[in-house]
């Protein structure tokens, strides 16, 4: 009961921070922001994941704390260079909760969708897409890209954007370790902006997640009964499994050769039509170093590293038919 009337006044004090906008104008909000860069083919908006942990300064700050700003910047720097190397990232800095209170906003019992915890993050989101797509977009074609907190950060903004449409250059939004949300509830959220959940490896303006499991995850925490999720091997959204030889890669630390390296036919996927997981079976060779997420089973913290070549090449596929339907202009230009 104290902790969570701890929580109750802690989301009234955070919720007043809402009402502070962050300026996108100045170039120290962007983590990455690579409005110059030539030869690339389409852009990303990304949100990184949960990177901090400081139950008594929630809110992320990077102008106040840099060494935060620099494990961002390099967390941000990896993962677009090795998922979206042909594509103009754009990452603004937003004020995300520590690890201690984003686990209480998807754990509680109450829709992590109604919690004024996420306001200040959610809104910062918001703003800087706003201002990527009046001073940078021009015309371009474009993903949302987002894992765990920056999944959900993504997704209400989505809410709040009626701009977000595939006329106007958005491709697909690729929102990874989204919790929870079953496929209508996606639907009934997002029918406002002609937006659904993916169901094949090609179909556009669609949000497209997966949580990634064990079978014998103890505590699933990111999934409940009929989560959305589609199979990143096969990009189905039933229960067909996916052999390993069908996985075209995964980034996984290799404790023999003491590097993280790309691993082909690494485990092969299912999704559990019961609570909505991917469950993957792991190789038994123990040279792989696989964190999982409080022990239980959940391999939250890979659900990205472990398709990023099978998630590369289907960005590249998507972007590939929106340019060929909607914008032939624009493929592979700078506009």
């Given amino acids: 009961m104290v902790k969570r009337i701890f929580y109750i006044i802690l989301t009234v004090f955070l919720g007043f921070a809402a009402a502070m906008a962050t300026d996108y104008a100045d170039p120290k909000n ?3 922001c690579e409005a110059d860069k030539s030869g690339a083919a389409f852009d990303v908006f990304y949100i990184y994941p949960t990177l901090f942990f400081n139950p008594i300064a929630p809110r992320m700050n990077m102008n106040e704390y840099p060494h935060i700003r620099k494990r961002v910047l390099d967390f941000t720097t990896e993962q677009a260079k090795l998922l979206v190397p042909h594509a103009r990232v754009f990452a603004p800095a937003i004020r995300q909760l520590d690890y201690s209170h984003i686990a209480f906003v998807v754990g509680s019992e109450s829709d992590w969708r109604r919690s004024s915890l996420l306001a200040p993050g959610v809104s910062d989101a918001l703003e800087a897409f706003r201002y ?7 015309g371009r074609p474009y993903i949302l890209l987002g894992h765990s907190q920056g999944a959900m950060d993504l997704y209400l903004m989505m809410l709040e954007a009626p701009e977000i449409a595939v006329q106007r250059g958005f491709v697909a939004a690729y929102l990874i370790g989204l919790p929870h949300l079953t496929a209508r509830e996606i639907s009934a959220d997002m029918a406002p902006r002609g937006i659904r959940p993916a169901l094949r490896e090609n179909d ?3 949000i ?4 990634t499991q064990t ?4 505590d699933p925490f990111f999934t409940t009964r009929k989560t959305y999720c589609i199979n990143p091997l096969n990009w189905r959204t039933d229960a067909t499994p996916a052999p ?3 996985h075209r890669g995964a980034l996984v630390y290799d404790t023999m050769e003491k590097r993280a390296r790309i691993v082909k036919n690494f ?4 999704i559990d039509r019961r609570s909505g997981a991917l469950i993957v079976k792991l190789p038994k060779d123990d040279r792989y170093s696989i964190r999982r997420f409080a022990g239980s089973g959940v391999l939250h913290i890979h659900d990205i590293w472990f398709f990023l070549v099978d998630l ?6 998507r972007v590939k038919t929106w340019c060929e339907k909607y914008g032939p202009k624009n493929k592979g230009q700078d506009q």
């Fill in 312 to 317: 590369r090449e289907n960005i590249d596929l």
């Fill in 204 to 206: 556009l303006g669609v």
């Fill in 30 to 32: 962007w983590v990455m």
């Fill in 244 to 246: 390993a030889n069908a």
């Fill in 267 to 270: 485990c092969g996927a299912k």
């Fill in 208 to 211: 497209v997640g997966w949580n």
């Fill in 132 to 138: 990527y797509m009046k001073h940078f977009n021009n």
């Fill in 215 to 218: 079978k014998g995850a103890t």
